[in-house]
């Protein structure tokens, strides 16, 4: 029997259900990626994350040809390019490890329904997430909307129904490896119309699995406290290897876990701490694929909350300071230039640059998460859209409308020294540390010693944070009194 896999978020070898089950059940198997053609052309996301793409892929087929079975690749349209490779080859059955997201769900169906029309069979297996939406319910059988009633579902679940881990596919003495055409290089980020560029994460299974190790030995005891902190590395930074699949969420889940186990000054609330990111982003992928119309707008009505600011020279210009990190606010700034340059941003920083966006400068979170799209290494659409309504109160579960984020106390309390801030925005590097939260209130003479010319060298702040809370307030005081 001739089995093709149909490569798509899940780029490794270990715990991989629907390689597994093809080289357990095939004579011939034969992997296959295609390159989304419309979706590249669309650009809803940047070069950061196709470049990851791009090197998780040479790695897999690398991985590949160990086995003794040759990555396959086309480009074009994704249903059409799998219906006529399929054809070519001559498949008998197709597997794959299911999506979430609106879109594939819908292309999914589409090439499933094609291909039985066909008398191929298809095989499909639950990968992307530890439970599917339809696994976690309420009393009802409704989705849940409050990550908490969710997560209490995830863990009686997890107890009730632990999912097993599989190891990387072997083939049989007698099983052959397919592909019908020549092994051919891969194409680049150029080749897709993106700009190679230098990776802060390094891509891959080998790394995702490293940095696991390296994470659950030594940041994730100290993960409540050092998540917070954007100067050190507290935080596994394994999110673009879940967005591409080179490392299960099972797999990092038992791992987690089994440090629980081995005993030793291992912290039970750091570890599960840890796990609930993990858990809200299974949360954030039921609720696109419960609610697909969250894609593209707000979950919730925004009737209750201040509109957002006109399109306009202002909303152009302070939306472009906010995009450069040249608001005049270090924190936010540091975390904008940190996202610029390297793809990533700390999570806690994330939650201040969203805050000041949304409120200080009253610029819709929809321009928000499509910047974001744009520029992260780690680019989800349910990640990035759940936490983006999250910070704007639109979402299932989230922040409440009127919390504001006060950049400067923010800054203070996670970067106390500033060394987060002098990483990112160099011009601030010789302010001393108690200016370093606003150097705009630095005397003539201290900017003169820091070499740092205020309107000149770094902005002053382009709205007053204490003028625009109110301002916010008082505009959603109008809402709740009309």
Same mark, same amino acid.
């Given at each position: 029997?001739?089995?093709?896999?149909?490569?798509?978020?899940?780029?490794?070898?270990?715990?991989?259900?629907?390689?597994?089950?093809?080289?357990?059940?095939?004579?011939?198997?034969?992997?296959?990626?295609?390159?989304?053609?419309?979706?590249?052309?669309?650009?809803?996301?940047?070069?950061?994350?196709?470049?990851?793409?791009?090197?998780?892929?040479?790695?897999?087929?690398?991985?590949?040809?160990?086995?003794?079975?040759?990555?396959?690749?086309?480009?074009?349209?994704?249903?059409?390019?799998?219906?006529?490779?399929?054809?070519?080859?001559?498949?008998?059955?197709?597997?794959?490890?299911?999506?979430?997201?609106?879109?594939?769900?819908?292309?999914?169906?589409?090439?499933?329904?094609?291909?039985?029309?066909?008398?191929?069979?298809?095989?499909?297996?639950?990968?992307?997430?530890?439970?599917?939406?339809?696994?976690?319910?309420?009393?009802?059988?409704?989705?849940?909307?409050?990550?908490?009633?969710?997560?209490?579902?995830?863990?009686?679940? =997890?107890?009730?129904?632990?999912?097993?881990?599989?190891?990387?596919?072997?083939?049989?003495?007698?099983?052959?490896?397919?592909?019908?055409?020549?092994?051919?290089?891969?194409?680049?980020?150029?080749?897709?119309?993106?700009?190679?560029?230098?990776?802060?994460?390094?891509?891959?299974?080998?790394?995702?699995?490293?940095?696991?190790?390296?994470?659950?030995?030594?940041?994730?005891?100290?993960?409540?406290?050092?998540?917070?902190?954007?100067?050190?590395?507290?935080?596994?930074?394994?999110?673009?290897?879940?967005?591409?699949?080179?490392?299960?969420?099972?797999?990092?889940?038992?791992?987690?876990?089994?440090?629980?186990?081995?005993?030793?000054?291992?912290?039970?609330?750091?570890?599960?701490?840890?796990?609930?990111?993990?858990?809200?982003?299974?949360?954030?992928?039921?609720?696109?694929?419960?609610?697909?119309?969250?894609?593209?707008?707000?979950?919730?009505?925004?009737?209750?909350?201040?509109?957002?600011?006109?399109?306009?020279?202002?909303?152009?210009?302070?939306?472009?300071?906010?995009?450069?990190?040249?608001?005049? #606010?270090?924190?936010?700034?540091?975390?904008?230039?940190?996202?610029?340059?390297?793809?990533?941003?700390?999570?806690?920083?994330?939650?201040?640059?969203?805050?000041?966006?949304? !409120?200080?400068?009253?610029?819709? =979170?929809?321009?928000?998460?499509?910047?974001?799209?744009?520029?992260?290494?780690?680019?989800?659409?349910?990640?990035?859209?759940?936490?983006?309504?999250?910070?704007?109160?639109?979402?299932?579960?989230?922040?409440?409308? #009127?919390?504001?984020?006060?950049?400067?106390?923010?800054?203070?309390?996670?970067?106390?020294?500033?060394? #987060?801030?002098?990483? #990112?925005?160099?011009?601030?590097?010789?302010?001393?540390?108690?200016?370093?939260?606003?150097?705009?209130?630095?005397?003539? !003479?201290?900017?003169?010693?820091?070499?740092?010319?205020?309107?000149?060298?770094?902005?002053?702040?382009?709205?007053?944070?204490?003028?625009?809370?109110?301002?916010?307030?008082?505009?959603? !005081?109008?809402?709740?009194?009309?």
């Amino acid at each position: 029997m001739r089995g093709v896999v149909w490569i798509r978020r899940d780029l490794r070898l270990q715990d991989q259900p629907a390689l597994t089950a093809a080289c357990a059940e095939c004579d011939e198997v034969i992997p296959l990626f295609v390159f989304d053609d419309p979706l590249l052309r669309a650009r809803q996301f940047g070069a950061p994350c196709v470049t990851f793409m791009v090197s998780c892929l040479d790695e897999l087929a690398a991985a590949l040809a160990d086995q003794g079975l040759a990555l396959q690749w086309r480009r074009g349209d994704q249903i059409e390019e799998v219906l006529r490779f399929v054809v070519d080859v001559k498949a008998d059955v197709v597997y794959w490890n299911r999506d979430y997201e609106p879109a594939s769900i819908h292309r999914d169906w589409k090439v499933q329904q094609a291909l039985m029309a066909q008398g191929v069979v298809v095989r499909t297996f639950k990968d992307h997430v530890v439970f599917e939406a339809e696994e976690i319910r309420g009393s009802t059988g409704d989705p849940l909307q409050r990550y908490s009633a969710y997560r209490a579902r995830w863990w009686t679940k =997890w107890h009730a129904a632990t999912p097993p881990l599989l190891p990387s596919p072997v083939r049989q003495r007698n099983q052959r490896a397919g592909g019908s055409s020549p092994k051919i290089a891969l194409p680049t980020a150029e080749d897709l119309g993106y700009q190679t560029v230098p990776l802060s994460i390094a891509a891959g299974e080998k790394e995702a699995q490293r940095r696991l190790r390296w994470f659950l030995d030594g940041p994730v005891h100290r993960y409540v406290e050092g998540r917070n902190i954007p100067a050190i590395d507290g935080t596994s930074k394994l999110s673009p290897h879940f967005r591409f699949g080179t490392l299960s969420a099972r797999t990092a889940v038992h791992a987690a876990l089994g440090t629980l186990a081995t005993g030793g000054s291992v912290s039970r609330r750091d570890l599960l701490t840890w796990i609930d990111e993990l858990i809200w982003r299974e949360f954030f992928l039921q609720i696109l694929s419960a609610f697909p119309q969250v894609a593209s707008g707000p979950f919730r009505s925004k009737d209750g909350l201040p509109r957002p600011r006109p399109a306009g020279a202002e909303w152009t210009r302070l939306y472009a300071a906010w995009c450069n990190g040249r608001t005049g #606010y270090p924190l936010v700034d540091a975390g904008m230039k940190q996202l610029n340059q390297t793809g990533w941003m700390h999570n806690r920083v994330r939650m201040v640059a969203a805050s000041f966006l949304i !409120k200080d400068l009253r610029i819709d =979170w929809q321009s928000g998460e499509r910047y974001f799209m744009q520029q992260l290494i780690d680019a989800d659409l349910a990640a990035n859209n759940g936490n983006w309504q999250w910070a704007s109160a639109t979402g299932t579960d989230s922040m409440p409308g #009127y919390r504001i984020f006060n950049p400067l106390l923010q800054s203070r309390k996670f970067d106390p020294e500033g060394a #987060y801030i002098r990483q #990112y925005v160099p011009e601030l590097a010789a302010v001393p540390p108690d200016k370093i939260h606003a150097p705009h209130l630095m005397t003539q !003479k201290e900017q003169n010693l820091a070499g740092c010319r205020i309107g000149r060298d770094y902005p002053s702040p382009i709205v007053d944070h204490r003028q625009a809370r109110e301002e916010y307030l008082a505009l959603g !005081k109008q809402l709740v009194m009309r």
